[in-house]
């Protein structure tokens, strides 16, 4: 009786040590899926129901700006979801992910490693036809590029993105592009280039009521109105920005609107108003991590208290804005931003030189098969007008099909460049389309082939009989 109290004792407690570790086993495993799958459930059921590369990049981008971006820990969050995509070998949302993290880290101002991350990016987004990644891959570029105050660059990396937001005919896209154009030029004191990237992109924010595009926008616009010194112009469309960027309390539309005002107000020798944003611009920028930003209040800062003649405030300032710039814009960065423009620009001329080549190959190859298709021609009709030439159905069958072969060639070779165009390299679609050329060129070869046969063999009957004639007047005349 004691030893079967003791085995269900046992037991018992074997039964419970069993449910505890199922139970820890439950948690580690959701803890583990938890962490495996950063994106929420609502974004993970779009993207994964996403039809397309296309659908999928758009998904992550309004994942982005819509969620991501008002995170502090933005960033991290970002790795933790470009973990995720590498474990699960999803190209798009790896490398969408990862020009996004290059964007971020521009901001902060590490723009030399997010360059160099966006530019290999770009490779693998072009390899994949990917038109989302390229159109964002290329602004990531532009204004790392700008960050760096290489203007020129900027500036054509950023024009890059247009042909492809026009063949999506998309207005968002291109009041994105023209923003961070217009911006860029604002930078680069050309306000009269500037403002009309930004006056359309406000106009296209405005038809859309795109409040979330129209805090940046509407900055932008007073940017360059600021670069020209308009600052009277500026600041009903900077008042309108701050409202749009205070409600959605996004950190960096936000940073950049109290810079503004700090512009604006210096530039009206408003110095109370100056300092207050710039201080608010700075609090929000070191909690942020924004060094750009963080810089260019400092420099606001000295060059106020200077001309007020606070000299202990200026100095003050004057060192933080060095020690800030020194950080952001020091030389070796800079021979860094222009070893990286050569490789580029070298890159970028041995595709130049390789496409130059395939297509002179390609041209080279239509030549060859036209030749081929007017020599079997040519035969097939020196062989059906002969009059003294017995043709076998077997040979006009063989150069039929040989004729037939070389023509989808040729047709292949003439059209190649175009049905990539329009299918945008989607190997299913192109070879569709080409399934569909050869199904209407099968029942034209059967024809034709079946008439060249029927006249050929008409001519070997008349062939015969002219030669049977000939036979039979030869015998009579022997005869006789």
């Known amino acids: 009786m004691e030893v079967h109290a003791y085995t269900h004792t046992a037991r018992k407690k074997w039964a419970q040590c069993f449910w505890e570790f199922l139970m820890l086993f439950l948690v580690i495993c959701c803890s583990v899926s938890i962490r495996a799958q950063p994106l929420p459930d609502s974004v993970l059921t779009r993207y994964n129901s996403a039809k397309n590369q296309k659908e999928k990049g758009r998904c992550l981008w309004n994942y982005f700006k819509t969620v991501i971006s008002n995170d502090s820990n933005e960033v991290t969050k970002a790795f933790a979801l470009l973990s995720y995509f590498q474990i699960q070998k999803d190209e798009t949302g790896a490398d969408n992910t990862q ?26 987004c072009e390899k994949r036809k990917d038109t989302i990644g390229i159109i964002y891959t290329y602004r990531t570029i532009s204004n790392c590029y700008a960050f760096a105050l290489n203007f020129e660059e900027a500036f054509a990396w950023g024009k890059k993105a247009i042909p492809f937001i026009a063949a999506l005919n998309d207005e968002v896209e291109l009041s994105n592009t023209c923003n961070d ?37 509407l900055s932008t616009l007073a940017e360059n109105y600021m670069a020209n010194k308009d600052y009277d112009l500026a600041l ?42 710039a201080k608010k611009c700075i609090q929000l920028s070191g909690n942020t991590g924004y060094k750009e ?20 405030s200026s100095n003050k300032y004057f060192r933080l804005a060095m020690i800030a710039r020194d950080s952001v814009y020091s030389v070796e960065k800079a021979n860094n931003i222009q070893t990286i423009s050569f490789r580029v620009q070298l890159q970028h001329q041995e595709k130049e030189a390789e496409a130059a080549q395939a297509e002179e190959e390609r041209q080279t190859n239509i030549q060859y098969a036209g030749i081929a298709i007017s020599l079997i021609i040519f035969i097939s009709l020196f062989l059906l007008l002969s009059r003294s030439i017995i043709i076998n159905e077997k040979w006009i069958s063989f150069l039929g099909i040989l004729g037939l072969l070389i023509l989808f060639e040729f047709i292949n070779l003439v059209f190649h460049p175009y049905l990539a165009k329009i299918t945008n390299h989607t190997p299913v679609m192109m070879l569709a389309i080409l399934v569909a050329i050869a199904a209407l060129l099968i029942p034209l070869h059967h024809r034709l082939e079946h008439w060249i046969k029927h006249k050929i063999i008409e001519k070997n009957k008349k062939i015969r009989l002219a030669a049977a004639k000939k036979t039979i007047e030869k015998l009579e005349n022997d005869q006789s």
């Open 99 to 124: 020009s996004y993290i290059a964007d971020r880290l521009n901001r902060r101002g590490d723009y030399l490693t997010g360059l160099n991350m966006a530019l290999s990016v770009l490779t693998k």
């Open 181 to 217: 154009l217009g911006a860029i030029y604002a930078q680069a004191g050309m306000p009269d280039s500037g403002l009309v990237y930004a006056q359309k992109a406000v106009n296209i924010d405005t038809r859309l009521e795109d409040k979330s595009n129209l805090r940046y926008s």
């Open 236 to 277: 009903p469309f900077l008042k309108r920005a701050l409202h749009y960027a205070e409600a959605i309390s996004d950190a960096w539309p936000l940073a950049y609107a109290y810079l503004d005002f700090a512009v604006v107000y210096a530039g009206l020798k408003n110095y109370d108003s100056t300092i207050y944003y």
């Open 293 to 312: 930003t963080l810089m260019k209040s400092y420099q606001v800062l000295y060059t106020v208290f200077e001309e007020s003649g606070r000299q202990d």
